[in-house]
């Protein structure tokens, strides 16, 4: 079975361009996440999908950060105008439709973004 | 809001020794569930082990196992007999029960494994 697959692996932008993301996760999975995490730091969900429908997209930064999953399957994170401070590797996560809390979250290898 | 804190930034360890990663968390619910996950250098996160709150029995997987104390609130890894491929960071992840919860993670211990 397929991982989780996230393009690109590595990515240099000067600040104030724009960068996506993109993330195809395991096939019939109904939820994605994205995770920023930053050098030093723990994972920190930036917003989970259910299926095309947003759940929670409370830690979002919308004024710069935008997310979609059409059709519910692969998804594009995008980042404009990038800044400094989202230096950072963001990582997509996938749970299969009617995951409990016990369920298993399986990782991609993430996009590690730099910005100069 | 739920909070992870994993107070040992770095760990080591000799090959073939037992190591013990800390985390201790903050939740109101009684209805959780507490992760240990793996993130090898460059590659991808995975899932060592996890502990159903509701479950007082702790949850072993082969070298690994937990000290779970709920009362304590603290959610501890026990590697066994550790092998070189077992340097990696180590998150301790909270989840509440529910089918639409989010993973909540700690900041992660980096253990290194000596010869």
């Known amino acids: 079975e397929a991982g989780v697959a996230q393009s690109p692996r590595y990515k240099i932008i000067e600040k104030r361009q724009s960068v996506a993301f993109w993330c195809n996760p395991i096939?019939?999975?109904?939820?994605l996440y994205w995770y920023q995490q930053i050098l030093g730091q723990g994972p920190k969900l930036l917003i989970q999908?259910?299926?095309?429908?947003?759940v929670d997209d409370s830690q979002l930064p919308k004024d710069r950060f935008s997310a979609e999953r059409l059709k519910g399957v692969d998804s594009t994170l995008k980042i404009q105008p990038a800044k400094l401070e989202d230096s950072a590797v963001y990582l997509c996560?996938?749970?299969?439709?009617?995951?409990w809390g016990a369920g298993e979250l399986f990782f991609g290898e993430g996009s590690r973004l730099t910005v100069l | 809001a739920q909070t992870v804190t994993q107070s040992q930034p770095e760990m080591s360890v000799q090959e073939a020794e037992t190591v013990t990663l800390s985390c201790t968390y903050d939740?109101?619910?009684?209805?959780?569930?507490l992760f240990w996950y793996k993130q090898p250098p460059s590659r991808q996160m995975i899932l060592v082990i996890r502990?159903?709150?509701?479950?007082?029995q702790n949850a072993t997987e082969n070298r690994f196992s937990v000290n779970f104390q709920k009362a304590a609130k603290s959610f501890s890894l026990k590697i066994s007999d550790s092998q070189l491929g077992d340097a990696a960071m180590y998150f301790c992840?909270?989840?509440?029960?529910?089918?639409?919860?989010?993973?909540?993670f700690g900041t992660g211990t980096r253990l290194q494994v000596t010869l």
């Open positions: 996560a996938s749970t299969p439709s009617g995951t």
């Open positions: 096939s019939g999975h109904a939820t």
């Open positions: 999908f259910q299926n095309n429908g947003v």
């Open positions: 939740t109101s619910e009684s209805d959780y569930y």
């Open positions: 502990q159903e709150a509701y479950k007082q």
């Open positions: 992840a909270y989840r509440k029960g529910g089918t639409a919860s989010k993973l909540t």
